[in-house]
């Protein structure tokens, strides 16, 4: 018994003498550019793009890491707010509360336009319905139309899909397709809206549901489901969503992708910035699926 | 040798009273710090919003009634699966099978009980839902009822075990006494052995409950998350916005000590108090039952 608990001791004494051995780096994220270490996070729209640019960078540059994660926007942007990041990936603008927030927890949020995007809608393969105006989308999404016959389709009930509410891309779609860009506008999303936790929850259920209509970024849209044509106006030309019609600003639903810093960038972070405006990051954003920014008009 | 005996006895009875004690501390501590984040709620918003039916953090509607009677609803529907679906598993595991079929069931419920959630929400969003639409003719097949039944699912384990241990427990004299004045099995099963293990069943079902209040991440991913009021009874139809769901898809994002934050830890305030509101009213129930029992067999 003595022995048993004696060696038990010495178990414990040897786990927490590991536990002090000095620490190599993570001593907390404000200390970045003492370690190699740049902390990368927000928007599940950006997510894949700061992966593979990540992976690109850190297999040319070896001496330094990247981590990047999810979480959403809001996530990405309070963290910055909170100085545990270095980096926050947003899918849209910084607001003026977080803002405010940030400039009195001492954080100076530059913005940096990294990408464009738009946002999809899709329906279901089976869905005779090809083409909406802004307008009715807006309806459909605030409930005024409730069924698929009223915009041209079958008699079925609308199932309406989103992402959750502290997805950049859902803030967007408010802004800028329920309130079609009015800052007055107080729409909301019909109560009934199936608030989804990930891209792959609305395409999937897309994809079995013919009631279904959801939206997302081009860049989470499979080849295989339907995108709507969509018209600003009624009467106007009815455009499907591609890297041509976003930089020609026919397609209506089309937004700029940011990264935030806490004041100028400098050091490794800004030669990481300077890095993702250049062509050979920019190929990345094109292959998957985004619209890439060309240095020269990143306003 | 006398007094070494009695200061080991002395360290050990004041271990074993301290863990004890400490599951107390636990759940007070915690209580504490829900309280403590929680109740600037009510300085920073109005008691009549927080009652509003509209839920939309980011536009500053914080009306948590949706989240309540979604979690009621999903719960409610759960153990509606769970309670017969384990009584019954539990009756015939420890009554009716025979001795080899009780070596296989046994383990195999223990087996479903160890499936993480995540796994099964996976199996709702792919299998069950797209099955629910087509079978019920509804417009989606994310709805209340899909949460349930995989809820009920998750719960069924929890049930099974602790009833089954809880039938096993009556003393085979009751039985036979049972048997000796005639009655046939089922009749000694309802009316003899159920209401003697009655404490053991009730905690069964207490758990099993618990459970599936307090089940996450299945029900986020197939009920919907749609915060709507869930009253009638068409709504166990329809996409429903459980409390555990909100908490854990929104508490990434908020700035701490924003309201949002502070409603986020009202709402596990309100869970924490529905799980405690269970929990005392079941154990009234079997402490009541103890006592006339002990009257009766004194």
């Not at chain 1, 004494?13 to 000095?22: D, E, N, R, Y």
């Not at chain 1, 409930?143 to 016959?149: A, E, T």
């Not at chain 1, 969509?230 to 499907?240: D, F, N, P, Q, S």
């Not at chain 2, 070596?103 to 199996?123: A, C, D, M, Q, R």
Request: charged letters at 15%.
């Amino acid at each position: 018994m003595k022995r048993f608990v004696l060696s038990l001791l010495a178990i414990f004494v040897f786990l927490f003498s590991t536990a002090c051995s000095p620490a190599s780096s993570s001593e907390g994220a404000a200390s970045n550019s003492s370690a190699n270490y740049i902390e990368n996070k927000g928007s599940d729209t950006i997510v894949n793009l700061a992966l593979a640019w990540a992976e690109k960078y850190q297999a040319e540059h070896p001496e330094v890491r990247i981590s990047v994660t999810g979480g959403g926007s809001g996530t990405g942007i309070a963290s910055l707010i909170n100085k545990t990041v270095d980096i926050a990936n947003a899918s849209r603008q910084i607001k003026d509360e977080e803002l405010s927030e940030a400039k009195s927890n001492g954080v100076d949020p530059v913005e940096h336009i990294i990408a464009r995007d738009a946002i999809a809608v899709i329906v279901n393969p089976e869905n005779p319905v090809s083409q909406l105006t802004l307008k009715q989308i807006s309806d459909i999404y605030s409930g005024k139309i409730s069924n698929w016959s009223e915009v041209g389709g079958d008699d079925r009930p609308i199932v309406r899909l989103s992402r959750e509410t502290n997805s950049g891309t859902h803030v967007y779609f408010l802004e800028t397709v329920l309130r079609l860009g009015s800052k007055e506008d107080k729409t909301l999303f019909s109560m009934d809206t199936l608030l989804l936790p990930s891209s792959e929850g609305i395409v999937a259920e897309v994809r079995q549901n013919p009631n279904a209509i959801g939206y997302d970024g081009l860049g989470y849209v499979p080849k295989d489901l339907k995108m709507i044509a969509i018209a600003k106006e009624a009467g106007g030309a009815y455009v499907l969503p591609s890297i041509a019609t976003v930089n020609d600003k026919t397609y209506p639903i089309a937004r700029d992708l940011y990264m935030y810093t806490n004041g100028e960038p400098t050091g490794i972070i800004k030669t990481y910035l300077d890095w993702i405006l250049s062509s050979e990051a920019q190929q990345i954003v094109a292959d998957l699926g985004f619209v890439p920014v060309s240095p020269d008009s990143s306003s | 040798m006398e007094k070494s005996l009695n200061w080991r006895e002395f360290v050990i009875t004041r271990l074993v009273k301290a863990s004890g004690y400490s599951a107390i501390l636990f759940v007070a501590l915690i209580f504490f710090f829900l309280v403590r984040e929680g109740i600037p709620t009510f300085a920073e918003t109005s008691l009549s919003s927080l009652l509003s039916i509209r839920w939309y953090p980011i536009e500053d509607h914080f009306g948590i009634l949706p989240l309540i009677t979604g979690s009621l609803v999903v719960t409610i529907g759960a153990g509606l699966v769970a309670v017969p679906l384990g009584l019954g598993t539990a009756v015939y595991i420890s009554e009716i099978a025979p001795r080899w079929m009780r070596e296989i069931l046994k383990p195999l419920v223990e087996l479903l009980g160890g499936l993480p959630s995540v796994v099964l929400g996976f199996l709702g969003i792919l299998l069950l839902s797209p099955f629910l639409r087509v079978f019920l003719n509804l417009p989606t097949g994310l709805t209340a009822l899909t949460g349930s039944l995989l809820l009920g699912g998750i719960a069924v384990p929890t049930v099974v075990s602790v009833a089954e241990d809880a039938l096993d427990a009556v003393p085979r004299s009751y039985r036979e006494g049972a048997w000796a004045l005639g009655a046939t099995r089922w009749q000694t099963i309802w009316r003899v052995t159920f209401p003697a293990a009655r404490s053991g069943v009730l905690t069964a079902v207490m758990l099993g409950v618990g459970r599936a209040i307090g089940e996450t991440m299945t029900v986020m991913m197939v009920t919907g998350n749609a915060p709507v009021l869930a009253v009638k009874l068409g709504s166990l139809f329809s996409p429903v916005r459980t409390m555990t769901a909100t908490i854990a898809a929104e508490m990434g994002e908020v700035a701490g000590g924003s309201t949002h934050y502070h409603v986020l830890f009202f709402i596990g305030m309100v869970l924490f108090l529905i799980s405690l509101g269970v929990n005392i009213a079941a154990s009234s129930v079997v402490f009541r039952t103890k006592k006339r029992a002990e009257r009766i067999l004194s």
